[in-house]
């Protein structure tokens, strides 16, 4: 995507949850179960949140101009369901939660044509200086709209999903 940070989209034009454009799945991202392989679910949903950052002023630009990025802390992703070659999918993302040097998004892999969820990511995305290589609290101005962005999704309804952890249930629970 050749769109710059100072391109950015005006906040009030972008739909909540945040839509990712519609992403072709990759003839040599199918494996030998002939479907998506995990990895690429990955690459989908960093695709989408590229998309996202460059829309809140935090994309390549931002790290040439001020020196910040973004790092992933922590994901946990859930596959519901397979994706095959010719899948159109797309990417909706809300931002859950944002601090100084922190977001917290949720994002759903779909069918972009038939719509039925395909798989769900949760991230802790840190900020970082550059320079340092460590967290360090967001600019004043792009912390603004990065809050702007995260309250117009606090009004929105909250998928399923969120906090869910990796864990086997009992066999009592299993019976």
């Not at 009030?12 to 998506?36: C, K, R």
């Not at 101009?65 to 994901?75: I, K, L, N």
């Not at 397979?82 to 899948?87: K, Q, R, S, T």
């Not at 709209?145 to 999704?153: K, M």
Request: hydrophobic residues 45%; aromatic residues 8%.
């Amino acid at each position: 995507m050749s769109i710059s940070s100072a391109a950015a989209p005006a906040l009030h034009t972008l739909p909540v949850p945040f839509l990712s454009s519609v992403m072709a799945i990759e003839p040599h991202w199918i494996d030998y179960n002939g479907h998506l392989n995990m990895a690429y679910y990955n690459v989908l949903f960093d695709r989408a949140l590229d998309q996202l950052w460059l829309a809140l002023g935090i994309g390549p630009d931002y790290v040439q101009s001020r020196g910040g990025s973004t790092f992933t802390a922590e994901c946990h992703v859930r596959y519901l369901r397979e994706l095959h070659l010719g899948d159109p999918a797309q990417v909706a993302v809300w931002v859950i939660a944002v601090d100084d040097k922190r977001l917290h998004t949720f994002e759903e892999l779909r069918h972009a044509e038939e719509g039925w969820l395909s798989a769900s990511s949760e991230n802790m995305n840190l900020h970082v200086d550059m320079a340092s290589r460590k967290t360090a609290p967001f600019p004043p101005d792009i912390k603004d709209r990065i809050h702007a962005f995260a309250q117009a999704h606090r009004a929105a309804p909250r998928p399923d999903g969120i906090g869910r952890q990796v864990a086997m249930p009992s066999k009592a629970a299993a019976r």
